[in-house]
């Protein structure tokens, strides 16, 4: 893995959350509005949601909810990012899916920042417990 890669020091370990990624990429193209709800569905009726600024920072932690939750953290005038907003009656103004580049993209700034991770200290984010079925 590329955690034990980088035990060594080089090359560094950078972690790059997806939503943030799709957050970063929508930020060009949501100057025009207040904050950036990205939305990335999962099963049944629960999506991964994130709330961001139009520079893309963080406005609160990743969630795993339900639609009404998601619901809840739509703005007068919020950006659009994502998947799961259907249900809702919300067209998404970006409705791709995650893609490579979008990763890519992020990653480089996130290096030209110099913002590593400690690989001893790095924990994939889990949000939800896997349950087998």
């Known amino acids: 893995t590329a955690k034990s890669l980088c035990f060594g020091g080089l090359p560094k370990l ?4 997806t939503a943030d990624a799709l957050a970063f990429h929508c930020s060009k193209y949501a100057q025009k509005y207040s904050d950036i709800l990205v939305s990335i569905k999962s099963h049944k009726d629960l999506v991964y949601f994130r709330k961001y600024d139009k520079f893309a920072n963080p406005l609160s932690d990743i969630a795993f909810d339900s639609l009404d939750r ?14 799961g907003f ?19 993209e992020y990653a480089i700034e996130l290096f030209k920042n110099g913002q590593f991770i400690d690989p001893s200290e790095f924990t994939p984010l889990y949000i939800q417990e ?3 079925k």
């Open 70 to 83: 998601l619901k809840e953290s739509v703005g007068a005038d919020t950006f659009f990012a994502g998947t």
């Open 86 to 104: 259907e249900p809702l009656g919300i067209e998404s103004h970006f409705a791709n899916g995650i893609v490579a580049n979008f990763i890519a």
């Open 130 to 132: 896997f349950q087998p």
């Open 14 to 17: 950078i972690s790059v959350p």
